[in-house]
C-alpha cells in the first residue's frame, strides 16, 4: 500500500503560483497513476488533474487547462502540481491520490493524502 504526503501549500496573491508536491512511500510510485483534487470549504471534492504511470497521458478540468500542469518524477517517488496564474477560486484543500487503474475525472482513487491548504488572496 503506498502513502502520500503533500506539501507546498501556502497563501498567494492572486496571478502568483504555487508548486505542490506529492512525495509517496511504502510502494513504487511508478505503479500507480496519479491525480490531484480539492474541496472547498463546504463544497464536494473535486477533480483537478491527473497523470499516467509514465506520465505520458493527463488530463485536467476545463477550471485549471492552461494555469496548472501535473507532471511526475518516478525516480523521486513524487507528483507535483504546477499551478500558475491563480485565481482566488482557487482557494481549497488539495488532494493527491494513487490509483493501479488509470482513472479519469473521478474522485474513486482507493489511497489519498491528508491535504495542503492553497489560499490565493484578491
Same mark, same amino acid.
Given at each position: 500500500?503506498?502513502?502520500?504526503? $503533500?506539501?507546498?501549500?501556502?497563501?498567494?496573491?492572486?496571478?502568483?503560483?504555487?508548486?505542490?508536491?506529492?512525495?509517496?512511500?511504502?510502494?513504487?510510485?511508478?505503479?500507480?497513476?496519479?491525480?490531484?483534487?480539492?474541496?472547498?470549504?463546504?463544497? $464536494?471534492?473535486?477533480?483537478?488533474?491527473?497523470?499516467?504511470?509514465?506520465?505520458?497521458?493527463?488530463?485536467?478540468?476545463?477550471?485549471?487547462?492552461?494555469?496548472?500542469?501535473?507532471?511526475?518524477?518516478?525516480?523521486?517517488?513524487?507528483?507535483?502540481?504546477?499551478?500558475?496564474?491563480?485565481?482566488? $477560486?482557487?482557494?481549497?484543500?488539495?488532494?493527491?491520490?494513487?490509483?493501479?487503474?488509470?482513472?479519469?475525472?473521478?474522485?474513486?482513487?482507493?489511497?489519498?493524502?491528508?491535504?495542503?491548504?492553497?489560499?490565493?488572496?484578491?
Amino acid at each position: 500500500q503506498v502513502q502520500l504526503v $503533500e506539501s507546498g501549500g501556502g497563501l498567494v496573491q492572486a496571478g502568483g503560483s504555487l508548486r505542490l508536491s506529492c512525495a509517496a512511500s511504502g510502494r513504487t510510485l511508478s505503479s500507480y497513476a496519479m491525480g490531484w483534487f480539492r474541496q472547498a470549504p463546504g463544497k $464536494e471534492r473535486d477533480f483537478v488533474a491527473r497523470i499516467s504511470w509514465n506520465g505520458g497521458s493527463t488530463y485536467y478540468a476545463d477550471s485549471v487547462k492552461g494555469r496548472f500542469t501535473i507532471s511526475r518524477d518516478n525516480a523521486k517517488n513524487t507528483v507535483y502540481l504546477q499551478m500558475n496564474s491563480l485565481k482566488p $477560486e482557487d482557494t481549497a484543500v488539495y488532494y493527491c491520490a494513487a490509483s493501479l487503474i488509470l482513472m479519469g475525472a473521478t474522485t474513486r482513487y482507493p489511497y489519498w493524502g491528508q491535504g495542503t491548504q492553497v489560499t490565493v488572496s484578491s
